[in-house]
């Protein structure tokens, strides 16, 4: 079970191969923003741009969990070294589940399919579950929401608003969200 921060937790989406430098570095003082504001860390646990928000992250005292498939494993090595919980459960759809029913914010960066699939999963839990913010930042998933929202595989219709979705293009911007992020009481993002 993964641990409430002061503030919350916040789901960490990103793949294990950074799209750039400056998309690493971001994650990286992503990962120290949120632990600074008090929120626990949950993501895959493993390299790449996970490994960049966990690093910023411990380094301001935070909590890093990490949640995987039970079995995957020693597929998918060692969860890197700033992982001080993990959760391991046995189906995709579960660990899904499990990301979006303790989330108070998912933040999503670049990364592969894995990643692309965890985006997809918590658009689609954030419209039409339970309201999440979904912060999208770094120049490859704001690419890539943009491409989404042309094709039309992204739309707003009036049963169907897309006001949980933040489109973060900077660290300051980064930082001016989170100031405004507020959780209440019982865990949910207001």
Do not use: C
């Not at 990286?28 to 960049?52: D, K, P, R, T, V």
């Not at 699939?117 to 770094?138: D, M, Q």
């Amino acid at each position: 079970m993964t641990t409430r921060g002061e503030s919350g937790i916040a789901v960490f989406l990103g793949g294990v191969v950074p799209p750039s430098d400056p998309e690493e570095r971001m994650a990286e003082q992503i990962g120290g923003l949120l632990a600074a504001a008090g929120f626990s860390l949950l993501h895959g646990g493993y390299n790449g741009m996970m490994e960049a928000a966990a690093r910023g992250a411990a380094a301001k005292g935070g909590t890093v969990a990490a949640l995987t498939l039970a079995g995957k494993r020693t597929e998918w090595g060692e969860f890197n070294k700033y992982v001080t919980e993990a959760t391991h459960l046995k189906t995709l759809g579960a660990r899904l589940d499990h990301y979006f029913e303790h989330a108070d914010v998912v933040v999503a960066m670049g990364g592969g399919v894995g990643t692309l699939h965890e985006l997809a999963a918590a658009l689609y839990y954030a419209g039409n579950i339970r309201r999440l913010p979904v912060w999208i930042t770094g120049s490859a998933a704001l690419n890539l929401l943009s491409f989404l929202r042309q094709e039309k595989w992204l739309f707003e219709s009036p049963t169907r608003p897309l006001d949980f979705i933040t489109e973060i293009p900077t660290t300051p911007d980064f930082t001016e969200a989170l100031s405004g992020l507020s959780i209440s009481g019982d865990g949910d993002a207001a």
